[in-house]
Structure formats: structure tokens, C-alpha cells
């Protein structure tokens, strides 16, 4: 499958809605702690057990994407969102499987491995095609697309509540849930395939000449393996991912655990909407942190994410129990950072690398949400189950994960100052930059 080439005259505002459809969809992970309850009492899963599917599915979004970023550089963007849209819907269908037979590695194989690969493939498919349509504002076009992955759970988890409502909450009600999921994410995602478009590649000049070298510095994927900047902003996202996702994986049980015992415990509904609202921080912050960061740039706003990111935890931590607007707005905040990390991410990379492989070294630095994934829920729900086991409740079983996630923020702090423009050693010749160099000059004109 060819990369789809953009007629003369293509705006450049028709891709952030392709690439919409796709991580609109793709974002239900971060609505998986509404089945987590289910799950839990229809098959006697415990917290740790239930985290399994999210988290395998978090790990092969990392591993497909490292591994699949040359691909997609190589076939573009349309290829890739077919992957993701049979991968992502076929793993819905093979959990409805597991779900109907009572088969939790049925769910575990389907959502977290097929369904992962999905995630990894579609997360990565449009990112170095916005930057190229959008060289002017890479942050901004970036938050865009990657704003629809925060944002998928604020339509997935009402969605799923009141699928669960209708079709029961056992066995044959979570599998009819996971089959509709699967059927119209299908459908949804393919309005992505159908639209996407690459630029056209750049004409040589007047007379013949060869095209003007890509602006900035350009490192291949190999090579930008090799710098140590790759490996800090490695350890920057890793730590802001697992200090964010371990909270967001769990944040139905744990908001009803914090006000268990108050005179106003959170309902199942709730619980329900305060996913929601987090799916509503999350995305927004992918837009508005990232075009923040065209602003004042990529090295400041992640001192914002992670400095205050640890003043956010030390008062959920303190005080977050005596007060449900401060824990609900102090989570807001973190989890903004969180979507806004991850939309920033890609620009930055841009700045460092520049744009010749940004796809595939986006796709090797995302083993670090792999990493995260697996972290962030162990920490929570392992310590949770521990602490509960000890006989203790409510808020108590957060209280030292909270602390950890805090640690956690100040070592991708300390990783993020030591971040420096890469040594031209690194750089690839001008030749070799200028093969893929669009020509983006006619539409960015005309839809500017």
C-alpha cells in the first residue's frame, strides 16, 4: 500500500481530523478501569489481576511502536491505520471471546496483545506526517491528533457504563460490550484510512537544482539510539508517564477508596464521570500544553510538567482525602501534564532530530510508555492489594504509591535539565536529509 499523495490545492486541515478518527478510537485504553470492577467480581480477579489486559496492552503499544516506526516512515500513514484498525477491533472481538467463555487470558491475549499492537501502530501512524504538513507549528498540530488519545475515554467511559447498564455487568453483558466496542471503533477508524494524505514531494528548483536541505539538524533513527539525548528524554517520559498512569488506570476504585468513609462516598456513576473528567484533562492538556510549548518552548514546559507535577501529588497525598473538589482538581492538573507530555514528546524530538526519521525515533522512544505501563499500575495496585491485606482502607492504601510517583517526577526532572542540542557528529549529510523533503510551501499558503 502506497502512501496516499495530496492532490494540488489538499489542505493540510483535513489530516488532524484523520488522525483523529484513529486516536479518538485507540484512546478507550484509558477507559479500562470501568470494566475493572466487573471484571473483578464475574471472574475473581483481583486489583493486580484486572490491571493485566491495560497493562500488556500498554507494553505491546511501546514494542509495536518501536518496531513498526520504520515501517511506517516506509509505507506512510494509510498502511498504518489499517494495521491499528484491524488489530485494535479484532482484539475487542477476541476479548468479547474470552469474556462470553470465561476466559480472562482470552481477554488478556485479545485486548492486551492483539489490541496493543493496535494501539502502538495507530499511536504512531499520523505523528511524522502532522509534522511535515505542519513544520510551522509541530507542537500544536501534534497536540492536536494526540489530543483524540486523551480524549477517547470521555466518550468511552460513559459509553461503556451504560453498555454495561443495559447489558448486564456479568460475563455475557462485558462480552456483548467488547463485541459492539470492536464493531464500531471498525467502522469509525476506517473514516481515518479513507482521508489521510502525505505532502507532495518537494520538486527540484528552478533549472534542475536540487531541493533546499530540511531546516535544522537531521539524525537518523539508528544514530539518534546512540546520543544520550535520546535516553534522557527516554527517562523524561518514562517517569511522567508512570507517575500519571498508574493513577489513571486505577482512578475508579481509587476515588471511591479516598471518600469511602465520608459522609459522601462516590457512586459507581460518579466514579464513572470522574474518569471522564480526567479523559477531559487529559486531552486538553495534549492541545494546550503542547501549543504552549511552541511558545516558550519544549525544555520549559516539561519543567512545568514535572516540577508542579510534584507539588500536585505531595497535596492529593496530604490533604487529597479531606477535600473531593482539591483531589478531583489536583488530579486534573497531573493528568493534563500527563496528555500534555505526551503531545510535546514529538516536537521535541523534531527540535533534537529533526524530521528525516521523527516517526521511527518517536516509535523506539515509546518503549518508554512500555515500561510505564507496566510500573505505574504494578506500583499502585500491588501496593494497594498489599496495604489491604494489612487491614488497612480508604486512603491509607495510596499513601506510599503517592510518594514513589513523586520521587519518580523528580528524576525525570533532573533528566530533563541535562537535555542539549545534539552534537553534529550525529547529524546526517544534506543529501541524505533532502530525499524525503515535502513540499508543503503551496498548501501551507493556502489553509494558513
Excluded at 55 to 60: E, K, N, P, S
Excluded at 306 to 323: F, N, Q, T
Aim: hydrophobic share 50%; proline share 6%; with cysteine.
Amino acid at each position: 500500500m502506497s502512501p496516499p499523495i495530496a492532490p494540488v490545492g489538499w489542505s493540510r486541515w483535513l489530516v488532524p481530523p484523520a488522525a483523529l478518527s484513529i486516536h479518538l478510537s485507540i484512546g478507550q485504553a484509558y477507559a479500562w478501569s470501568v470494566f475493572k470492577t466487573p471484571l473483578e467480581d464475574t471472574l475473581g480477579l483481583s486489583g493486580t489481576q484486572s490491571a493485566l489486559p491495560f497493562q500488556l496492552g500498554i507494553v505491546m503499544l511501546g514494542l509495536s511502536a518501536a518496531f513498526g516506526g520504520t515501517l511506517v516512515e516506509r509505507r506512510g500513514p494509510r498502511w498504518a491505520m489499517t494495521v491499528a484498525l484491524i488489530c485494535f477491533s479484532s482484539g475487542f472481538l477476541v476479548s468479547a471471546l474470552g469474556a462470553a467463555t470465561q476466559q480472562f487470558w482470552l481477554i488478556v491475549l485479545g485486548y492486551g496483545f492483539v489490541g496493543g499492537i493496535g494501539l502502538g501502530i495507530g499511536y504512531i501512524s499520523p505523528v511524522s506526517t502532522l509534522i511535515k504538513w505542519f513544520p510551522d507549528r509541530p507542537g500544536m498540530a501534534t497536540g492536536i491528533a494526540i489530543m483524540g488519545f486523551g480524549g477517547g475515554a470521555l466518550i468511552a467511559s460513559p459509553w461503556s457504563v451504560g453498555m454495561l447498564e443495559s447489558f448486564g455487568g456479568d460475563s455475557s453483558g462485558i462480552a456483548a460490550a467488547f463485541l459492539v466496542h470492536g464493531l464500531a471503533y471498525a467502522v469509525f477508524m476506517l473514516l481515518g484510512v479513507l482521508l489521510v494524505r502525505v505532502p507532495r514531494p518537494r520538486p527540484a528548483e528552478h533549472g534542475g537544482g536540487p531541493a533546499p536541505a530540511a531546516d535544522g539538524p537531521q539524525v537518523s533513527a539508528r544514530q539518534a539510539l546512540r546520543t544520550p539525548q535520546f535516553w534522557l528524554l527516554w527517562v523524561v517520559l518514562c517517569m511522567n508517564v508512570t507517575a500519571g498512569i498508574g493513577i489513571l488506570e486505577k482512578a475508579t476504585p481509587m476515588i471511591t477508596d479516598f471518600f469511602a468513609d465520608t459522609s459522601v462516598p462516590v457512586s459507581a456513576t460518579s466514579a464513572a464521570g470522574f474518569v471522564a473528567l480526567l479523559s477531559a484533562a487529559n486531552m486538553a492538556g495534549r492541545i494546550g500544553w503542547s501549543s504552549t510549548s511552541d511558545l516558550i518552548g519544549r525544555k520549559n514546559v516539561y519543567r512545568v510538567y514535572l516540577g508542579v507535577g510534584v507539588l500536585m501529588y505531595a497535596l492529593i497525598a496530604l490533604v487529597g482525602s479531606s477535600s473531593k473538589p482539591l483531589f478531583v482538581l489536583c488530579a486534573l492538573v497531573v493528568l493534563s501534564f500527563y496528555g500534555g507530555g505526551f503531545a510535546t514528546i514529538p516536537a521535541y524530538l523534531k527540535d533534537l532530530f529533526g524530521t528525516y526519521q521523527v516517526g521511527a525515533i518517536h516509535g523506539r522512544l515509546l518503549t518508554a510508555w512500555s515500561t510505564a505501563g507496566v510500573l505505574g499500575p504494578l506500583i499502585v495496585n500491588w501496593i494497594a492489594d498489599r496495604q489491604e491485606a494489612a487491614g488497612k482502607h480508604g486512603a491509607e492504601l495510596y499513601g506510599t504509591s503517592l510518594l514513589i510517583m513523586m520521587g519518580l517526577l523528580v528524576v525525570g526532572f533532573v533528566a530533563n535539565e541535562l537535555v542539549r542540542p545534539v552534537h553534529p557528529s550525529h547529524h546526517v549529510g544534506a543529501a541524505t536529509a533532502r530525499k524525503g523533503a515535502p513540499d508543503v510551501r503551496h498548501e501551507r499558503a493556502e489553509s494558513a
